[in-house]
T-cell receptor, first 115, second 115 residues
């Protein structure tokens, strides 16, 4: 079945540091890939997505590139802020008929940014 | 606010009681998903509707769980004879578009605690 493996956390960085959170996946066919962010006490918010190989998703300074050859979708940000502290989830959605639309999530990576 | 809403936000119940949660999706969205999230884990797919039809159920959804979307709008998730292992956050999401390519919008979740 489909699976998503995320870099284990927690991750603690100083403000303005560079962030990478690794994500690799296993899926049949050509999934869409997503990063979601979850702030304390809130639901998941879509951060960025990519729907085909070599696509780059970007939002709020975060970027991730869909790498089919390495089955990866690593999340990066050049300079993190305290307000980026949250849990980040990598997810895929596989477009086959019987599994249409359901998402498979990684276990999440907790990011804490210190001033 | 036209996002996905869920009620109640929190529910505490005693083992053996029945509980029902409601999800109101974004109004024009035809697909609705239920996920369960336990502490430290990513969301796990439970079931999904396209309009009023329930198209898939995870094996996580035991026969104590039932979900409906009677008019293709709001949905309810009922858990009968709750067990302590049912304690989790229950997330609802909705989407519109080609299955597997569209963005799912998540509600804030209902946190269930079974004593």
């Amino acid at each position: 079945g489909d699976s998503v493996t995320q870099m284990e956390g927690p991750v603690t960085l100083s403000e303005e540091a560079f962030l990478t959170i690794n994500c690799t996946y296993t899926a049949t066919g050509y999934p869409s890939l997503f990063w979601y962010v979850q702030y304390p006490g809130e639901g998941l918010q879509l951060l960025l997505k990519a729907t085909k190989a070599d696509d780059k998703g970007s939002n709020k300074g975060f970027e991730a590139t869909y790498r089919k050859e390495t089955t990866s979708f690593h999340l990066e940000k050049g300079s993190v802020q305290v307000s980026d502290s949250a849990v980040y989830f990598c997810a895929l959605t596989a477009p086959y008929n019987t599994n249409a639309g359901k998402s498979t999530f990684g276990d999440g990576t907790t990011l804490t940014v210190k001033p | 606010d036209t996002g996905v809403s869920q009620n109640p936000r929190h529910k505490i119940t005693k083992r053996g009681q029945n509980v029902t949660f409601r999800c109101d999706p974004i109004s024009e969205h035809n697909r609705l998903y239920w996920y369960r999230q336990t502490l430290g884990q990513g969301p796990e797919f439970l079931t999904y509707f396209q309009n009023e039809a329930q198209l898939e159920k995870s094996r996580l959804l035991s026969d104590r769980f039932s979900a409906e979307r009677p008019k293709g709008s709001f949905s309810t998730l009922e858990i009968q004879r709750t067990e302590q292992g049912d304690s989790a956050m229950y997330l609802c999401a909705s989407s519109l578009g080609l299955a597997g390519r569209e963005t799912q919008y998540f509600g804030p979740g209902t946190r269930l605690l079974v004593l």
